[in-house]
């Protein structure tokens, strides 16, 4: 899609959900609005990270879609185009189940909720679980994990939640007088190993080259390629994507023995 076509697409969508002008969106979304007025008028390349940020304010659209609807993956074969657009849509996803499980972790006390920590979650939760409807759940950890699991690719609700959990977290802090309740632990069992970062490393530069050339990139026209500044944030905004997939598989494939944390 050249920038210009992809200028009308995203001026198109911000108004069909609900921002009128471009002013709206960018006090939402903290983009400045000059950014947004380039990038619509067709003269400005949206970067990743802006499109990462629109995906938030533009749903049902996924910073996957964006970044394909933007021209960003032009040129790869369909199966790594595939592939890379499977590892955005998984990542968005699990960036957010996975810090809600750490706040959730950080809130529990072998395997469960204190008292004054059970009281702070039900001040916030109770009325998200009962404007669904759900009169019946059960305060402990596991069960409220379980919950997330299930709700699946619901990105809205979940934020809903992790606010709330924060929220919470917040209100045990002050209660308790601690500085930094999310102090780094141990590193779980799905983190991000050696051998994973030579995987890692390996995929990236397949799919990076399949981009270089004169196949690089469309946004602008046929000639146009990707400057060495714009390869970096591709680079750098896939590879980040693939170390949270890299983590989902590791987190739903390692058996429970191994799982550690």
Not at 136 to 159: G, M, R, T, V, W
Not at 191 to 218: F, V, Y
Not at 239 to 260: C, D, I, S, V
Request: hydrophobic share 35%.
């Amino acid at each position: 899609m050249s920038g210009k076509n992809f200028g009308e697409f995203l001026k198109e969508v911000r108004k069909r959900y609900g921002y009128k002008t471009q002013k709206q969106l960018a006090d939402s979304s903290g983009i400045s609005q000059t950014t947004l007025s380039r990038i619509e008028a067709g003269i400005q390349r949206p970067q990743p990270e802006t499109l990462r940020i629109l995906a938030e304010h533009l749903r049902p659209y996924t910073y996957g879609e964006l970044m394909e609807e933007a021209g960003y993956f032009e040129g790869l074969p369909s199966e790594d185009k595939e592939f890379v657009m499977d590892l955005f849509s998984e990542s968005e996803t699990y960036e957010l189940d996975r810090n809600i499980s750490i706040i959730i972790d950080k809130m529990t006390t072998n395997n469960s909720f204190d008292a004054v920590t059970l009281t702070f979650l039900k001040t916030e939760l109770t009325p998200l679980f009962e404007s669904e409807g759900w009169d019946d759940i059960e305060f402990d950890p596991a069960h409220i994990k379980q919950l997330i699991i299930e709700l699946d690719s619901n990105i809205e609700y979940k934020k809903l939640i992790h606010n709330a959990l924060l929220r919470a977290m917040n209100l045990l802090q002050n209660h308790k007088g601690k500085k930094d309740i999310l102090s780094e632990t141990k590193a779980p069992y799905y983190a991000i190993n050696k051998k994973d970062e030579r995987d890692i490393a390996r995929d990236l530069e397949r799919l990076m080259n399949g981009l270089d050339g004169k196949h690089a990139i469309g946004f602008y026209g046929e000639d146009m390629e990707l400057d060495e500044e714009e390869r970096e944030l591709l680079k750098a905004s896939m590879e980040q994507t693939m170390r949270l997939a890299k983590q989902l598989a590791k987190k739903k494939f390692t058996p429970k023995k191994y799982r550690k944390e």
